[in-house]
């Protein structure tokens, strides 16, 4: 399963969009891109998935780049309640999901 | 729409002791379960999962063990905890191939 690279935190203004990177460069044909998040304290959330297009949903938008080596998870108006850890995961199938560090997202008032 | 129940939320248990924490889902069937350990601070391991009643794989050697008697019901059980066994337990749930998993709120376990 390919290793995926995520900046340790990341700071957002309340209302503006969010743009969390992750960088999956020895992502095979057949691995998904799947975002979660963790708000302390919780169990972790899905957010989104997808394997070459882009995905919308009513949480977030995943632009997945054309050579897949990259993606970005896109929170369009970020609010205080999506302060939490993000988890990117290039994996395939979903029987064992590595959650590595990822990147905690804080937005400010 | 879907569901799953982990109880109990927090639990403290004495060196020893047994264990065996509960996790259902509603809505559902046939799903992939799993249970995860993850310690403060880290990411989560996953420690078994199962596709189908009484059948479980387990991905880590420990004092743990798991068990599914029914189709929507994970159990995670010890004879004897050890001071290591502290963590967060986390179920999820999850339908077949490349389907996103959906997590239980988790249970909070401290061995004294």
């Known amino acids: 399963d390919a290793k995926t690279t995520q900046p340790p935190s990341m700071d957002c203004a309340e209302g503006r969009a969010a743009n969390l990177p992750c960088n999956h460069s020895?992502?095979?044909?057949?691995?998904?891109v799947y975002w979660y998040r963790q708000i302390h304290s919780q169990g972790p959330q899905y957010i989104i998935h997808?394997?070459?297009n882009n995905e919308t949903n009513e949480m977030a938008s995943l632009i997945i780049t054309e050579d897949r080596k990259s993606s970005t998870l896109i929170l369009p108006h970020a609010t205080l309640r999506d302060t939490a850890v993000y988890y990117c995961i290039a994996q395939t199938g979903a029987n064992n999901l590595f959650f590595g560090t990822g990147t905690r997202l804080t937005v400010i008032p | 729409s879907q569901t799953i129940h982990q109880w109990p939320a927090t639990l403290v248990q004495p060196v020893g002791s047994p264990l065996s924490l509960e996790c259902t889902v509603e809505g559902t069937s046939n799903p992939n379960l799993y249970w995860y350990r993850q310690a403060a601070g880290r990411g989560l391991q996953l420690l078994f999962y199962?596709?189908?009643?009484?059948?479980i794989s387990s991905e880590v050697p420990q004092n743990l063990s798991a068990s599914r008697p029914q189709d929507r019901q994970f159990i995670l059980s010890s004879k004897k905890l050890l001071l290591s066994d502290s963590g967060f337990y986390l179920c999820a749930w999850s339908g077949q191939t490349n389907q996103p998993q959906h997590f239980g709120d988790g249970t909070r376990l401290s061995i004294l």
């Open positions: 020895t992502i095979s044909g057949n691995e998904y």
């Open positions: 199962s596709v189908g009643i009484g059948q």
């Open positions: 997808g394997l070459k």
